[in-house]
Nanobody
Framework: VQLQASGGGLVQAGTSLRISCTAS????????MGWFRQAPGKEREFVAA???????VYADSVKGRFTISRDNAKNTVYLEMNSLKPEDTAVYYC??????????????????WGQGTLVTVSS
């Protein structure tokens, strides 16, 4: 599975941005998908995930502001980010698990990673 993230950019605080991640192959619908981010000088952190059955889970820091969704027909997962804050500035990475219809979401289960897209939020 190859993942290609896109849609990052420079935005002002309080505005919205949607980033996307498109996967190669025919198995997209089997995979749990996730978004992670890494800010300058910080470790990578979990942002949101969506299971193959479209259940979602969010980090507390983005709950209520970010929405993860997927379109299996387009092999694409989205992250809609609203009310952006300067602390949301990071490189955002999408990831996929092995595609075994897993019910559990855990960072260690994500084995395929995209190249990242930079989101910069100015104050």
């Amino acid at each position: 599975v190859q993942l290609q993230a896109s849609g990052g950019g420079l935005v002002q605080a309080g505005t919205s941005l949607r980033i996307s991640c498109t996967a190669s192959g025919r198995t997209f619908s089997r995979h749990n998908m996730g978004w992670f981010r890494q800010a300058p000088g910080k470790e990578r952190e979990f942002v949101a995930a969506i299971t193959w059955s479209s259940s979602t889970v969010y980090a507390d820091s983005v709950k209520g502001r970010f929405t993860i969704s997927r379109d299996n027909a387009k092999n694409t997962v989205y992250l809609e980010m609203n009310s952006l804050k300067p602390e949301d500035t990071a490189v955002y990475y999408c990831a996929a698990d092995q595609g075994h219809y897993d019910s559990a979401v855990a960072e260690r289960r994500f084995v395929y990673w995209g190249q990242g897209t930079l989101v910069t939020v100015s104050s």
